[in-house]
């Protein structure tokens, strides 16, 4: 037994060891990188260290780790929103929801994740929006808000057996596995029994009524479209009746002849 335990303990601080070597390997890098870019990648790797040492031999080395990982990602997200690189603010959306989630501070580590997840969704990356969807269900689970984190982990397997995507669906099912220690489901909601015949039957079902819809649409459509054309012919027929025409006739005018006997009467000299 005593072995066993000196065992572990030279694996760990042999684990340990590497990683502070990556970490001044990667803090070396960062001084000779000028690029921006390059540099926001250094920041995330710097980041991903420091969340990588689970073991630290007091809560005061414990917490500043999680700092150290907090202030490094947003240094990698300044240059990511500078430069509008959607996916490496994924990244570092993720990893800040990681960090906050290892201090218990769940608030803020679900909050980082929903924009990670949203991002994901913008952008139509589904083994990101798988992840971040995975992630956000361990959160749910850690504030025991099970019903919510089974949703979310429906939604994530049902992308990945859309999609093909074996090793989201893999961890997908990890994160199930730990959700039914805490509740029960039955069969046709369990992932390892009947859910993946559930999720079939409801894409069949929600296809069906796609197709309905449409066809209801196409038919209103159509209808909206007769009844334009019923009302452009009543226009057009309205435009061809003739108008009656006005006959102008020419006035009458009586001359009247002098007679052969002039009177004075008749003949007036008007003077000017």
Not at 138 to 152: H, R
Request: positive net charge.
């Amino acid at each position: 037994m005593k072995k066993i335990f000196l065992l572990l303990t030279y694996i760990s601080a042999f684990t340990v060891g590497v990683k502070a070597d990556t970490l001044d390997s990667l803090k070396q890098q960062l001084q000779l990188t000028t690029d921006d870019k390059a540099k926001a990648i250094i920041y995330n790797s710097m980041a991903d260290c420091y969340l990588s040492f689970k073991t630290a031999p007091n809560s005061y080395t414990k917490r500043i780790n999680y700092e150290n990982a907090v202030n490094y990602t947003m240094l990698a997200m300044k240059t990511y929103y500078k430069y509008s690189d959607t996916t490496g603010m994924i990244y570092s959306y993720s990893n800040l929801s990681r960090a906050y989630r290892s201090q218990r501070k769940f608030a803020q580590a679900k909050w980082f994740i929903l924009q990670a997840n949203t991002l994901s969704r913008h952008q139509k990356a589904v083994p990101s929006i798988i992840n971040t969807l995975v992630d956000l269900a361990a959160i749910k689970i850690d504030i025991k808000d099970y019903n919510l984190a089974k949703k979310d982990l429906k939604e994530a397997h049902r992308l990945a057996m859309k999609n093909k995507l074996a090793e989201q669906d893999s961890s997908v099912k990890i994160a199930y596995s730990r959700l039914y220690t805490f509740i029960q489901v039955p069969p046709a909601e369990n992932v390892f029994q009947g859910l993946d015949e559930t999720i079939k039957n409801e894409e069949l079902a929600y296809a069906a009524k796609q197709k309905k819809l449409a066809a209801l649409a196409s038919l209103k459509q159509l209808k909206k479209t007769q009844t334009g054309k019923k009302k452009l012919l009543a226009a057009t027929a309205a435009s061809k009746i003739p108008v009656q025409q006005i006959k102008l006739t020419a006035p009458t005018i009586n001359w009247e002849t002098p007679s052969s006997k002039t009177n004075t009467d008749s003949l007036k000299t008007v003077s000017l």
